[in-house]
């Protein structure tokens, strides 16, 4: 920041004539104090640090803060009234994006809801359907939890367990999510948690060496190399995760190696105490042996604070300060110096300026950053989503290093949003394979899921399709029935035309049962003309001669339908046999019956008293 501030000072495009000056409070981590420095930056109390003399009310115009979400909710409700504008490089939190809580709130990181889904699109990209998660107990882990939650729902995406845990927590809880974690079939965990949470779950982990998971991060620790996590490195190899851009900022790398301990800011001579691991003389401790000279040299010093290869939160706070510089240009009604002008660039408007004025060109403010970056806020105050996707690989040496894998936009179409590098991807345990972490394998085609009661649609069991049904991709829900023409396959992957299958003429079968058929028609025929040839004889009347033939008759017609069921198969042949043979063998049925009712009346009629004779008399039995 202050780096940022010196070099728009020195510029004579950037507010030209106009010097920002800064005030820099130390929250220490805590809620209450950061609550109570914007308080002091809003109302003009306190010293200047940065020693030159104001000619406007030390009232600040923005403030730049803060790492922490809770901290930064608390700030932004604090000042949001007041019109003051509070840009976060790092508060990572949705719930910030709320305008109407939050309206003077913007940052140069995204927000979570846009990690989240990022996060979704990545483990479902992969095909892992059965996850676990842990949070921070915090604004910026429940949050964020929540919001991969449902992005994870709508990918289809189950998780197992979701559970949150703090640093201070008593160790018997960071214990039970270890064990939930050690009881779980997922072999995949989405962190959502800040380095100093995730180093005590760790330690417990590697206590019990629970090892082999694919660890999934968030970007508050996946660029991270910090100590509380580095000392774990074994259980987090081949992790993945998105993180903020890498940005080059030309020029910081030397102001950083010339600072020393004479220029008049408290937070260089702590810095120096704390690299050269020496104090400054004071009253105190005049007589200890290790007191710093002053004349140290940072350009010989190689660690953490001098290494400006990895700037990715510092970078939000550079454009942090570009924005509010953009924003007061714009205010002061600032000429800018072309090229050829001999008049100097001048600001023309410099008093009277109020917070919220800021507030205003903020959120029209468009500008491209010296590393070349586009700087903008929606309408929530949120910048542009981009993140890169950073895989944790161990060098030749052993040391871990993170190799930039994939990108994500999330300015682009859903489908083109995650690209990946041509780069192989380092798996947990060094694996070069994907892992596996599904609740239940795939069903192929020809199988449809069929959901287990009582447990989440990632755990299902697959069933084969009935007969005449198919299935034609993989998981699929239902199986789809043939058309009428149509038959299932042997998988049942697709539907074929049906094999037609009937009894031929040139069959053994079908030779034998035309021969019973024709036989059978020959002897109702034969009898049929004996009885024509005898009908007037005593014992054909008798047999009621008009059934009789009518029998003969139908039963002729019975062997001869037996014959419509050989050969090929047509449209009419399916209709008719069927209705044929029913008629004619009704018809049978019907005349047996008839002539059985004759016979038993006939036997009734003898009875003493009986009047049937007058139904079946000579007329009637003719």
Known sequence: ?????????????????????????????????????????????????????CSKSNTVQAIIRQTSSSSTIAISATVGPLNIPVISHFATCACLSDRKKYPSFFRTVPGDYYQSRALAQLVRHFGWTWVGAVCSDSDYGNNGINEFIIAAKEEGICVEYSKAFYRTDPREKILKVVEIIKASTSKVIVAFVSYSDLGFLLKEMALQN?????????????????????????????????AIPKAQINGLGGFVKKLNPGFDVAIYKELWETIFDCK?????????????????????????????????????????????????????????LESGQQSPAVCTNITGNKQWQVVNELK?????????????????????????LLNWQQDKDGKMVFVKVGFYDGSLQTHLQLSFNNISITWAHNKAQVPVSVCSPSCPPGI???????????????ISCAEGEISNITDSITCIRCPPELWSNEKKDTCVLKLVEFLSFEDIMGIILVSFSLLGV??????????FKHKDTPIVRANNSELSFLLLFSLTLCFLCSLTFIGQPSKWSCMLRHTAFGITFVLCISCVLG?????????????????IMKWFGPQQCT
């Open 1 to 53: 920041m202050v780096f940022a501030i010196e070099e728009i000072n020195n510029r004579t495009d950037v507010l030209p004539g106009v010097k920002l000056g800064y005030k820099i409070y130390d929250s220490c981590g805590s809620h209450a104090m950061a609550t109570r420095a914007s308080l002091s930056l809003a109302n003009g109390n306190g010293e200047i640090t940065s020693g030159m003399s």
């Open 595 to 611: 002539k059985t009712v004759v016979v038993l009346m006939a036997f009734r009629a003898t009875l003493p008293g009986s009047n």
């Open 210 to 242: 629970l090892t082999g998971f694919q660890w999934i991060g968030s970007e508050s620790w996946i660029s991270d190399i910090n100590p509380a996590i580095v000392q774990w490195q074994h259980l987090l190899i081949g992790s993945m995760g998105f």
């Open 364 to 388: 029209k403010l468009h500008f491209t950053s010296t590393t070349g970056e586009d700087v903008y806020f929606d309408e929530n105050g949120d910048p542009a989503a981009r993140y890169e």
């Open 448 to 462: 449809r899921k069929a959901v287990q009661k009582g447990r989440p649609i990632c755990c299902f069991d697959c």
């Open 280 to 336: 400054f003389p004071t009253q105190d401790n005049v007589q200890l042996k290790q007191l710093c000279k002053g004349n140290e040299s940072l350009s010989q010093v190689q660690n953490h604070y001098t290494d400006v290869s990895e700037l990715r939160i510092a970078n939000n706070v550079y454009k942090a300060v570009y924005a509010v510089a953009y924003a007061l240009h714009e205010i002061y009604n600032c000429s800018t």
């Open 522 to 531: 020959s002897f109702t025929i034969c009898i049929a003309v004996i009885f």
